[in-house]
């Protein structure tokens, strides 16, 4: 499993904004139907070399928008979620 962004340390105090910006970069819910998490579902139907490439595309797509919508430091989480998957399957 890839290791997750920590947001906050355990000593910092969370809004419910952090927790559901945590949730929305590590697990957000609409991704969590059914039995499998899509990412894993997405894995399974692609080559190594192909999910890489997704992977690798996801990151690029994070960080040339984040400027341009309402949440530029989760997009970069996300593009850093996507990166961290990436290294962790090249490891």
Do not use: C
Not at 21 to 35: E, I
Not at 51 to 76: A, C, M, Q
């Amino acid at each position: 499993m890839v290791d997750e962004i920590n947001l906050y340390s355990s000593t910092d105090t969370t809004s419910r904004d952090d927790d559901t910006r945590n949730a929305n970069v590590n697990s957000p819910p609409h991704y969590l139907k059914g039995r499998k998490e899509t990412i894993d579902v997405i894995q399974d139907g692609m080559t190594d070399d192909e999910y890489h490439g997704y992977l690798k595309g996801n990151v690029l797509k994070y960080v040339s928008r984040y400027k341009f919508k309402g949440e530029p430091l989760e997009d970069l989480q996300k593009a850093q979620w996507y990166l961290n998957r990436l290294i962790k399957e090249v490891k």
